[in-house]
């Protein structure tokens, strides 16, 4: 069980550390690119490429931090309705799907990623699967915070845990 934890730890560090240091190099990115455009009236060709594929990495990376922290907007309207036994299997059976989608991600993500290595970003002049690689990488999360919470109760943070933090 140490060693479940360890691990869990270490994958929330890396989506934390990876998202927080894309971020960061995005706003430089956009940072540098206004200052060249104002100041030095001279806009970088890769600029504006960059900042749109660390934008596309944060987002996709984004939904998986979500699903960690269970932060994704949930309509409970209809479900509340329903006695709490079967409120429990539409819990789970969300659970169930949101793992299936997260499936699907890795791969479909992992097809169109090695079907678009072939074309290339321009002012960058990398590949554009390093674009497209985002959904396979966020459908990992997705599926392995999908997991973790099949040992969670709810889907969503309630306002109870909200004030505890």
Known sequence: MKILK???KSIDWLLLVSSLTLLTIMVIAIIYQVFARQVLHD???????????????????????????????????????????????????????IIGFGLLMMYYGW??????GGSG????GVPSSF??????????FVTFYGVELLF???????MDEVSEE
Do not use: C
Not at 152 to 158: E, F, R, S, V
């Open 6 to 8: 360890t691990a869990k």
């Open 43 to 97: 806009t970088p060709a890769w600029a504006t490429p960059l900042a749109n594929l660390l934008f596309v990495w944060v987002s996709f990376l984004g939904i998986a931090y979500g699903f960690k922290e269970r932060l994704h907007i949930g309509v409970g309207l209809i479900v509340n309705i329903f006695p709490e036994k079967i409120q429990d299997i539409i819990d789970y059976a969300t659970k169930i799907l």
């Open 111 to 116: 097809l169109f990623t090695t079907l678009m």
């Open 121 to 124: 970003i321009s002012g960058l």
């Open 131 to 140: 674009l497209y690689a985002a959904v396979p990488v966020s459908g990992f």
């Open 152 to 158: 969670k109760k709810g889907l969503h943070q309630t």
